[in-house]
C-alpha cells in the first residue's frame, strides 16, 4: 500500500493518544485527513484496529496484537536512517587498507593519526603487505583499497599518484659510507643488508644493479624493513631502501644517491568502477597529504 509507513506512524500515535485530535494535532493533519489514513490502512489490512467512540478510542484484539509489531517497525526504519546517515556524513564506518610495510611504519602511520582526530568514528583497519599481495587483496575485495607501487597491473584496477618515494643508503653512524661523497658505485660487491625476495623493494634494487652493471651480494636478508633498519643500525651491514622507510632514530644516517631507477612511484589502488564508502573516500582525501608527511 501506497505511503504504508505514514498510515502505521499514524495509527501508532493515534493507539498511545487514545484521541483522534490530539493525535492529529501531533501528526500535523486535519482529524479527517487522519482518519482516512487510518481507514485505508485497516482496509489494506483486512482488520479493524481502532474502536470509536465520541470522547475516546480504544484498540482491538488485532490493534492490540499489531502495534509492538508496528512500533518495532518504525524504530528499526529510525535505526536504519541513523546509520545510514552517520555513514554518509563519515560519522561511523569500517575502512579495510592494504599497504606498503614502509608506508605503515611511517608517513601512512602519520596520515592516520591525523585522519582519526577528525573521524573518530572510523575503523581503520590496516593491512601491512608486499607489493603483490596488496594487489590480490584490492583485486579480491578483501581490503577497500590498496597503498602500493605502480605497476601494469591490468584490466579492473586503477591507479591514482600520491607521491614519487625514492631509494637511498642507509648506514650505521661510523660506518665508512656515512661521510663525503658517496654513489651507486659504491656499493659494487659491498656485503649488503636487504629485504625477502618477494619485496618490490628487492626487486627494484636488483633491477637497479643490473642496469648499472654492478654486483649486488646479499650479506643478509630480512622480511621487514624495520628489522633490516635494525640490523643496519648494530652495524651488521648497509642497505638500501625507500626514504618513506627512515623511521628517524639514532645510530642511523640516510645517505641520497642519484642514478637512474632509484624513484618508485606510490599511490592508491582500487577496484575499476567500484563505489567507494563515504568513509574510504574521506581516508584517501586525507591521503592525497602523504606526500607532504615528514619523513
Known amino acids: 500500500m501506497k505511503n504504508a509507513l505514514q498510515h502505521i506512524r ?20 486535519s482529524p479527517s485527513a487522519l482518519t482516512v489514513q487510518i481507514r485505508q490502512l485497516e482496509s489494506w489490512l483486512g482488520v479493524a484496529l481502532l ?20 512500533e518495532k517497525l518504525l524504530l528499526d526504519l529510525s535505526n536504519i536512517v541513523s546509520a545510514s ?67 601494469q597491473f591490468g584490466h579492473g584496477l586503477d591507479f591514482t599518484p600520491l607521491l614519487s618515494d625514492r631509494l637511498c643508503l ?37 633491477e637497479v644493479f643490473r642496469a648499472h652493471g654492478l654486483v649486488l651480494q646479499a ?5 621487514y624493513m624495520s628489522t633490516v633498519l635494525a640490523l643496519v643500525r648494530n652495524g651488521l651491514g648497509v642497505t638500501l631502501l625507500p626514504e618513506s622507510a627512515d623511521d628517524g632514530t639514532h645510530r642511523l644516517l640516510r645517505r641520497p644517491l642519484e642514478a637512474r631507477g632509484l624513484e618508485r612511484e606510490i599511490g592508491i589502488i582500487t577496484r575499476t568502477e567500484c563505489s567507494l564508502s563515504p568513509a574510504t573516500s574521506a581516508l584517501i582525501d586525507c591521503l592525497g597529504d602523504l606526500s607532504g608527511t615528514d619523513k
Do not use: K, W, Y
Open 85 to 151: 546517515q552517520g555513514l554518509a556524513a563519515v560519522r561511523r564506518g569500517v575502512v579495510t587498507v592494504a599497504a606498503l610495510p614502509s608506508l605503515c611504519a611511517g608517513a601512512l602511520a602519520q596520515r592516520l593519526a591525523v585522519f582519526r582526530q577528525s573521524h573518530p568514528g572510523v575503523e581503520v583497519r590496516l593491512r601491512d603487505l608486499v607489493a603483490e599481495r596488496i594487489v590480490e587483496r584490492v583485486r579480491e575485495g578483501d581490503v577497500d583499497f590498496g597503498v602500493g607501487v605502480r605497476s
Open 51 to 70: 474502536e470509536r467512540s465520541p470522547r475516546h478510542v480504544t484498540l482491538t484484539a488485532a490493534g492490540r496484537e499489531a502495534l509492538p509489531a508496528m
Open 170 to 206: 642507509f648506514v650505521p653512524v661510523g660506518h665508512p659510507l656515512a661521510t663525503g661523497p658517496v654513489d651507486l658505485q659504491a656499493l659494487d660487491g659491498l656485503p649488503m643488508i636487504l629485504t625477502g625476495r618477494d619485496s618490490s623493494v628487492r626487486a627494484q634494487i636488483e
Open 10 to 29: 499514524a495509527f501508532i500515535t493515534v493507539a498511545q493518544r487514545g484521541n483522534f485530535a490530539r493525535a492529529a494535532n501531533d501528526l500535523h493533519l
Open 219 to 223: 650479506a643478509m636478508e630480512a622480511n
